[in-house]
């Protein structure tokens, strides 16, 4: 059966339309630009939060105000903080001692945001010294993670600091007047 000359041009026609350059409408284009376009942006903004590790603090100065570093069981001990606030961030603080028979303490995880005008800050904090603590030489160390983007919150991918160890002398309860 020999073709015919419909045929042949049907078979032309489809061969051209396989191998022609697609031909598609300026609109999908642009949408096109647009989706591909967000696509990156998405990717760029999850990889920003991804590398984004530096402390938002800097722990200029941190010392113990108590009277010749000493306080009494079930007295505050009062540290000044003086820092450098660079950005905002949702904090969680956990602090322990070491009270003078070696035994650790921890106090509850305090959660707080530190949002506002940034830059230098200064306060007075500290922990109450528990009533079963044991009098001599103490240490109070702690943590202080910080979550500032929704990546490091979602994942729990926080941003930690250690902070240095403080020395401090426990003391006996004083006798009741």
């Given at each position: 059966?020999?073709?015919?000359?419909?045929?042949?041009?049907?078979?032309?026609?489809?061969?051209?339309?396989?191998?022609?350059?697609?031909?598609?409408?300026?609109?999908?284009?642009?949408?096109?630009?647009?989706?591909?376009?967000?696509?990156?942006?998405?990717?760029?903004?999850?990889?920003?939060?991804?590398?984004?590790?530096?402390?938002?603090?800097?722990?200029?100065?941190?010392?113990?105000?108590?009277?010749?570093?000493?306080?009494r069981?079930?007295?505050?001990?009062?540290?000044?903080?003086?820092?450098?606030?660079?950005?905002?961030?949702?904090?969680?603080?956990?602090?322990?001692?070491?009270?003078?028979?070696?035994?650790?303490?921890?106090?509850?995880?305090?959660?707080?945001?530190?949002?506002?005008?940034?830059?230098?800050?200064?306060e007075?904090?500290?922990?109450?010294?528990?009533?079963?603590?044991?009098?001599?030489?103490?240490?109070?160390?702690?943590?202080?993670?910080?979550?500032?983007?929704p990546?490091?919150?979602?994942?729990?991918?926080?941003?930690?600091?250690?902070?240095?160890?403080?020395?401090?002398?426990?003391?006996?309860?004083?006798?009741a007047?």
């Amino acid at each position: 059966m020999k073709p015919t000359p419909t045929d042949i041009d049907l078979y032309a026609r489809a061969l051209a339309l396989s191998h022609a350059p697609r031909q598609i409408p300026i609109h999908h284009r642009v949408l096109d630009f647009f989706y591909w376009i967000g696509i990156m942006a998405a990717f760029g903004w999850i990889f920003s939060m991804a590398i984004d590790r530096d402390p938002p603090v800097k722990q200029l100065a941190r010392e113990i105000v108590n009277p010749s570093k000493q306080v009494r069981v079930g007295e505050r001990l009062l540290i000044h903080g003086v820092r450098e606030r660079l950005r905002s961030c949702e904090i969680a603080r956990r602090w322990w001692i070491i009270d003078g028979a070696g035994r650790r303490i921890d106090f509850e995880t305090e959660r707080f945001d530190a949002y506002g005008p940034l830059g230098r800050e200064e306060e007075v904090i500290g922990p109450y010294i528990p009533l079963d603590a044991m009098p001599g030489r103490g240490r109070l160390l702690g943590v202080v993670a910080y979550d500032c983007n929704p990546l490091q919150r979602a994942l729990g991918w926080s941003i930690v600091s250690i902070l240095s160890p403080l020395e401090f002398e426990i003391l006996p309860r004083a006798p009741a007047p």
